[in-house]
């Protein structure tokens, strides 16, 4: 496979340390916010909650990781090429070490965030029995796969530590064939994405409300977009970087490319992963407004301020919403009937 396409090097230090600091703030706010907002819909903490607050403890040591690479020159830094091959030196040495640690803890962190989401998922449909049974199969193939890729990075090169950080051409020849390996996880990464992206939007189109309404709650659903552009970004680079040798000789530059969409995807992907639970918070937001400024016209804030959860009562599914004053639900629920077999 040959791409024949030389990258672009990132080489401004200074944003990146800038932008790396606001991803430790924002990870930290948003699942802060998260709390808050179950807080505030008097709504009490689940697995999808605390799934968050363990992925937050990763991404943001994956944040450190990145912050010190910064700090010491290793990302946005350059090999040394001599005879078309990147040349042993400390700085490559000190990269596969960055490497080897980031690379390992994004296992974590990814899987974490998928299962938070898939257990979000679980809570706002848990009427619907089919689809229950779907999130635990998800659950179950994430857990594998985040574990098996965990282990397999661990333990890519037996349990000789030193060689995980030696120089390239010894790495490649040495331990597991981390190129597909990692071309594994990149394209499986995407795949169980757009999987949990897409499960709950069959059954909203399902259900008996205006198309405005399904848009909208949709729109809820569908924010995981994001990540995936982000993990196509890394893909794409990893690809191009790993299989096109010799238009990018720079192990150092690729490293430092492929690290930082793998930084952007797993901050991108706690934002969305919070993002739906954020409907009484935007809720007392459009209350403010509404006392400071009247009346606001409906769905104005979108719907993300009403979409907070799912019962059922004879046959039909309430979309219930958070928004409003919190003991006065003055948008009342979204009722819908199902037309197909979903609740068992």
């Not at 409300?209 to 729109?219: N, P, Q, W």
Request: proline fraction near 3%.
């Amino acid at each position: 496979m040959a791409y024949h396409r030389a990258l672009s090097h990132a080489n401004n230090h200074h944003g990146l340390i800038v932008m790396t600091s606001i991803f430790f703030l924002t990870a930290i706010f948003v699942v802060s916010l998260r709390f808050y907002s179950r807080r505030l819909s008097k709504l009490p903490l689940g697995p999808d909650d605390w799934f968050a607050l363990a992925s937050l403890l990763f991404v943001l040591v994956l944040n450190g990781i990145f912050l010190s690479g910064l700090i010491q020159g290793v990302i946005t830094g350059h090999s040394i090429v001599l005879n078309n091959w990147p040349q042993p030196s400390a700085l490559e040495v000190l990269a596969q070490k960055y490497k080897y640690a980031f690379q390992t803890t994004e296992k974590i962190a990814f899987g974490l965030i998928k299962i938070s989401i898939l257990f979000l998922w679980k809570r706002i449909l848990s009427p619907i029995r089919s689809f229950q049974l779907f999130c635990w199969v998800m659950i179950g193939i994430v857990t594998a796969w985040s574990t098996s890729f965990f282990f397999a990075t661990l333990f890519q090169c037996g349990t000789s530590w030193d060689w995980n950080w030696a120089p390239i051409g010894f790495f490649l020849t040495e331990c597991t064939d981390t190129l597909n390996m990692l071309t594994v996880f990149c394209g499986t990464d995407l795949l169980t994405d757009f999987v949990i992206m897409l499960m709950p939007v069959p059954i909203i189109w399902r259900l008996r409300m205006s198309v405005r309404k399904k848009i909208g709650v949709t729109s809820v659903f569908m924010v995981g977009i994001f990540t995936i552009g982000a993990g196509v970004a890394r893909t794409y680079i990893y690809l191009v970087t790993s299989y096109d040798k010799a238009s990018n000789l720079d192990f150092i530059a690729d490293f430092t490319l492929f690290i930082l969409w793998s930084e952007i995807e797993v901050n991108v992907a706690m934002i969305v992963c919070c993002m739906p639970v954020f409907g009484p918070v935007l809720g007392r937001c459009r209350d403010t407004l509404f006392r400071r400024f009247g009346q606001l016209k409906d769905g104005e804030l979108g719907i993300l301020g009403h979409f907070t959860s799912a019962s059922t009562t004879d046959g039909k599914m309430h979309l219930s919403s958070s928004s409003g004053s919190y003991a006065q639900h003055d948008q009342g629920p979204y009722e819908a009937k199902l037309e197909g077999p979903w609740v068992g």
